[in-house]
């Protein structure tokens, strides 16, 4: 079956990679659900995309079983914030958490791992933007929380996550980002969404989050 958003995406992220030099299987699309119901992101699936984003623990839990019953290979990364008392089901249900941002969601999700005998692959994400109100750990603290969850918590850290401030110019984040991650020599980055996943591919991303342009419009 095929999909017209998600093949335009997809062209358009191999554009992206080849205008850069890039290798187009070293970018992979996260596929942003959050607010979509089953009916929705069935076709996307069926068209063959298998690597989804959800921002709420809650959300996901009520729609990927039914998704992973029709369909082998889904891969389901948390983008969203996450609480300590939802480590438990986040563990259980996520491939991928992007969003860790403190030691007290790092150290409880180190031990619901062992709990299940399950390993997650883990993004820190970083308030580029030191912004108040967004989630992500200051910049200030990021050198030393990246280290904490390596060497402290354990954890399997492939890179860094960072959603620009909405007011700024996303380039200069993504170079930030990128700087940050290779200073830590983490082998993924987690940059960009429908309105600047382009820029993204050019400044390193290997993880474009596209919700928007793939879905439609959320309410
Ligand atoms: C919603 C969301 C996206 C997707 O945003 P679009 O602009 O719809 O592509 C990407 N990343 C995060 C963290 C999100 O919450």
């Known amino acids: 079956m ?4 998600l093949t335009s995406i997809n062209q358009r992220i191999s554009a992206a990679c080849s205008k850069v030099g890039r290798i187009v299987s070293d970018v992979s699309l996260v596929a942003v659900s959050k607010t979509f119901e089953v009916e929705h992101i069935r076709p996307v699936a069926a068209a063959g995309q298998r690597v989804f984003g959800e921002n709420r ?34 563990v259980a249900l996520f491939d991928c958490i992007q969003s860790i941002d403190r030691p ?13 005998n399950k390993v997650l692959d ?12 967004k989630a992500g750990v200051a910049l200030v603290e990021a050198d030393r929380f ?15 996550m960072c ?27 987690s940059m960009g969404m429908s309105a600047d996943f382009e820029l993204a591919i050019a400044s390193g991303a290997t ?6 342009a793939l879905f439609g419009k959320r309410d």
């Open 2 to 5: 095929v999909h017209a958003a």
């Open 57 to 90: 623990v809650q959300e996901a839990k009520a729609k990927f079983p039914i998704l992973r019953q029709e369909f082998s290979g889904i891969e389901l990364h948390l983008i969203g914030p996450l609480q300590s008392n939802k480590a438990a089901e986040a």
């Open 104 to 116: 007290k969601i790092a150290d409880a999700l180190a031990k619901e791992m062992q709990k299940q």
């Open 122 to 133: 883990y993004f820190i994400q970083v308030n580029t933007g030191d912004e108040t109100q």
């Open 146 to 160: 990246i280290e904490a969850c390596v060497k402290d918590f354990g954890l399997n850290i492939m890179g860094l």
């Open 163 to 189: 959603i620009p401030p909405l007011d700024d110019d996303a380039a200069k984040h993504f170079k930030l980002l990128h700087d940050l991650n290779k200073a830590h020599k983490l082998p993924k980055l």
């Open 207 to 212: 993880h474009v989050r596209v919700g928007s």
